[in-house]
């Protein structure tokens, strides 16, 4: 089944240790985007890649950087964790599409849930 | 800026009963319209889905939701409430022409007492 698979699911990190975490997808979408997502609050958007380019929220931290190597896979570093980085974060795919009636639902991963030390 | 307003944070109700969980937009261009429902420690899956074809859209797991353009309302009910419908549940918009960038209610968690 065609599907977005978030590695690791669970990540424990001490406190300005760097982390990565993974993100891939075999529906071939052209989007990409993560979130953050702390508890019992709605996904946040950290920032997206149409193909290669890269689009960053305006509120999102320097902390926070996205590499997307190939249309597979997009990973999230955090260069140094702190406590209020704890969260489950959430990669999502769509297809991208252009015009005024393209509609552009989001397939989620299972998450990865962050804790810091 | 659209937003959206999901009313009520915390909604419950007993096995058996109607779940209606509310999502008003604010955009005068009706957006497509979306609802995820999110299980503890999972990803959002969507329940549903409006991108203007009929106004009364059926989704997953028995849930369904009505896009209402004079109310700028797309609730989502269910008839009977199983225990298993117990999660958070997401109302979000994409504004058309966009590239689908979600806009997301703030969530309803939606407990079932059997």
């Known amino acids: 089944d065609a599907m977005v698979i978030q590695n690791p699911r669970y990540q424990v990190t001490q406190f300005g240790k760097p982390v990565t975490l993974s993100c891939s997808q075999t529906l071939n979408h052209n989007v990409m985007y993560w979130y953050q997502q702390k508890s019992s609050q709605a996904p946040k958007l950290l920032f997206h890649y149409y193909d290669k380019d890269f689009n960053n929220e305006a509120d999102t931290p320097d902390n926070f950087q996205s590499r997307r190597p190939n249309t597979s896979f997009c990973f999230l570093d955090i260069r140094s964790p702190g406590l209020g980085d704890a969260a489950m974060y959430l990669c999502?795919?769509?297809?991208?599409?252009?015009?005024?009636?393209?509609?552009?639902?989001?397939?989620f991963g299972p998450g990865t849930r962050l804790t810091v030390l | 800026a659209q937003s959206v307003t999901q009313l009520g944070s915390h909604v419950s109700v007993s096995e058996g009963a109607l779940v209606l969980l509310r999502c008003n937009y604010s955009?005068?261009?009706?957006?497509?319209l979306f609802w995820y429902v999110q299980y503890p420690n999972q990803g959002l899956q969507l329940l549903l889905k409006?991108?203007?074809?009929?106004?009364l859209v059926k989704g997953i797991n028995g849930f369904e939701a009505e896009f209402k353009k004079s109310e700028t309302s797309f609730h989502l009910t269910k008839p009977s409430a199983h225990m298993s419908d117990a999660a958070e549940y997401f109302c979000a918009v994409s504004e058309r022409g966009s590239q689908g960038n979600l806009i997301f209610g703030k969530g309803t968690k939606l407990s079932v007492k059997p």
């Open positions: 409006y991108t203007s074809a009929a106004t």
């Open positions: 955009s005068s261009v009706p957006p497509y």
């Open positions: 999502a795919t769509s297809r991208g599409l252009a015009g005024e009636k393209a509609y552009n639902e989001q397939f």
